[in-house]
């Protein structure tokens, strides 16, 4: 698969949020305002890009080597949240307002299936490390485009006249099922 097709399809026909259901937390906890929302699409692209580059190293150049596969899943997540507290505290230091409008959602993100899965799925299709570092970055985008449109589409609806057992959480499951559905429509575009 050429590194365009791992992009396209991470970004839309295999988006990490709509079709493959990891990072539903932030997703739908932090997509109440755009602005948040574009935060935490670019911290989560970030961890994703950067990881990337050291699942793949440490996967292949410490575990394999020294026999200890089976200690990916640990090493992957100790990468992960070193460079979430890495981000945090920059964003902390560099922007405050958004620091706290994303809240305990931050620090989440190193539990984010999201960023654990991506590095997952690049080393069991057994990608090289330019097609791994593809494919977290269009993961990332595609979470950014996911998270942002559902919270534009938040925006909309609270401004709308919706039934009662509607509002919040119950519209907003609704509006990502849609979202779900035409994102779906991208998949067999590549192959």
Not at 34 to 48: E, I, K, N, Q, R
Not at 72 to 80: E, H, Y
Not at 83 to 94: A, P
Not at 122 to 134: K, M, R, S, W
């Amino acid at each position: 698969m050429g590194v365009i097709s791992i992009i396209f399809t991470a970004m839309l026909a295999d988006n990490i949020v709509l079709s493959q259901f990891q990072g539903i937390c932030p997703f739908l906890g932090v997509s109440k305002k755009s602005d948040t929302a574009l935060g935490m699409g670019f911290a989560v692209m970030f961890v994703m890009a950067i990881s990337s580059i050291f699942t793949y190293m440490v996967y292949h150049y410490i575990l394999i080597p020294v026999g200890i596969e089976y200690m990916r899943t640990m090493a992957f997540i100790l990468i992960i949240a070193s460079l979430v507290q890495m981000i945090e505290m920059v964003i902390k230091k560099y922007s405050p307002t958004l620091y706290t409008s994303l809240g305990v959602y931050l620090p989440l993100i190193t539990t984010n299936c999201a960023v654990l899965g991506t590095a997952n799925s690049a080393i069991d299709i057994g990608y090289n490390l330019i097609n791994t570092f593809a494919l977290s970055i269009a993961t990332g985008v595609g979470f950014l485009i996911a998270i942002f449109i559902l919270s534009g589409l938040r925006d909309k609806i609270d401004k709308t006249d919706i039934p009662k057992c509607f509002k919040g959480f119950p519209i907003t499951l609704i509006a990502a099922s849609i979202m779900a559905l035409a994102f779906a429509g991208f998949s067999g575009m590549f192959s």
